[in-house]
């Protein structure tokens, strides 16, 4: 066992403190690498706050993980020392069950993924993230990073990146598709980096107008306030493809009619409330009313290669390991543009 360097929370009410874990022995096809760079996802901040069910603390948080490989088992035919990888939302899946074997590990049901912190790993021992020193994982659920992509720029698109990206393939956003993106934070930047690259047209809703330089320069094409009541009335029936990036319970009819027959309106937040939606709007024009979450391995590594072709990046501000609490702060007061990524320098040793 390996003792590392990390920050971690101990209850829902204090803050992330440093401390040390133990990572485990390089085994037959493992990749153990020195982490360089972790951002930061709200998901990170409702499991230490135990806003999803109290979590097996103490928990070090961080799912979006880049750094370089420094040893590797005997069997390990992917990855060799001095590799660029990261690690996203998950380290392992029963890889036996039909969304296993179709490369949708992100969908296991049997039990379902293993995520990369605050489950419990095939040796029974709790998993612990990114905002630490080093980390051992399975082949197989390593990501290479390609060497046009930054690694500090890399770490956020191993969530936000593939949870925007997913949706948008699987709908088939590009030339001649219209995509509205519903929040400009830090899913809602990427989607909108993303979808224009892929050639659609881009609309951004937002509540107000004060992103609205940034929206632009980001890749829309349009940018609306859902606030103003006639935006609803400009936009009914325009769009192929609307991506809901906010937790907040919105009026869902209220999007539901911004779609043309045949939309689709994919969840991607996860709000407190149940949500109610009339039955005439998704009938009427056959629209439908649909979830994402992340994507599988494969999925996310040609999500990797894509943003690496295109120069799509994260816009991020790096931070040390000791801003994490203020920047919880900032995540929950939207005081980020538009993703904190921390550098682990001081962790590592």
Same mark, same amino acid.
């Given at each position: ?10 209850? $829902? !009410?204090?803050?992330?403190?440093? =401390? =040390?874990? /133990?990572?485990?022995?390089?085994? *037959? ?40 490989? =420094? ?39 049997? *039990?379902?993924?293993?995520? !990369? ?8 021992? *709790? !998993? ?10 399975? &082949? ?5 990073? *390609? ?6 720029? %890399?770490?956020? +698109? ?63 094409? &349009? ?7 006639? /935006? ?12 809901? !990036?906010?937790? $907040? ?17 994919? &969840? ?20 439908? +009313? %649909? ?28 931070? =040390?390991?000791?801003?994490?609490? &203020? ?23």
């Amino acid at each position: 066992m390996t003792t590392v360097s990390a920050y971690a929370a101990t209850s $829902a !009410t204090e803050p992330l403190t440093k =401390t =040390t874990i /133990t990572r485990r022995n390089v085994g *037959p096809h493992d990749v153990a690498f020195d982490i360089h760079f972790a951002g930061i996802c709200h998901s990170d901040i409702h499991t230490v706050k135990s806003e999803w069910g109290t979590p097996n603390y103490p928990v070090v948080p961080g799912h979006e993980i880049a750094g370089v490989v =420094t040893e590797v088992g005997p069997d390990v035919t992917k990855f060799k020392v001095g590799d660029r990888v990261g690690v996203g939302c998950f380290v392992d899946s029963c890889r036996e069950c039909p969304s296993c074997r179709a490369g949708e590990e992100q969908y296991c049901t049997n *039990p379902g993924m293993v995520g !990369t912190y605050n489950a419990i790993g095939r040796d029974g021992e *709790p !998993t612990q993230g990114g905002y630490s020193g080093a980390i051992v994982v399975d &082949e197989n659920y390593v990501l290479s990073i *390609p060497d046009s992509l930054p690694l500090d720029a %890399a770490a956020p +698109l191993l969530c936000a990146g593939i949870t925007l990206y997913s949706p948008l393939r699987h709908w088939n956003a590009g030339p001649g598709t219209s995509v509205a993106v519903v929040g400009l934070g830090g899913l809602g930047h990427m989607g909108v980096k993303l979808a224009h690259a892929m050639g659609a047209k881009v609309t951004v809703l937002s509540q107000s107008l004060k992103k609205m330089e940034d929206g632009l320069r980001l890749g829309a094409d &349009e940018y609306y306030a859902t606030s103003d009541p006639t /935006t609803f009335e400009t936009l009914a029936g325009s769009f192929d493809l609307i991506l809901n !990036t906010v937790s $907040a319970n919105l009026d869902l009819n209220a999007y539901l009619g911004l779609l043309k027959p045949d939309g689709t309106l994919v &969840e991607l937040g996860m709000p407190e409330h149940p949500m109610t939606l009339s039955a005439p709007l998704l009938v009427s024009a056959r629209r439908r +009313l %649909a979830g994402s979450m992340i994507g599988g391995i494969a999925e996310t590594q040609e999500m990797l290669n894509f943003c690496a072709e295109r120069d799509v990046r994260p816009e991020i501000e790096l931070i =040390t390991p000791d801003y994490i609490n &203020e920047a919880y702060q900032r995540v929950l007061a939207s005081d980020v543009r538009y993703r904190f990524v921390i550098d682990t320098e001081s962790l590592r040793g």
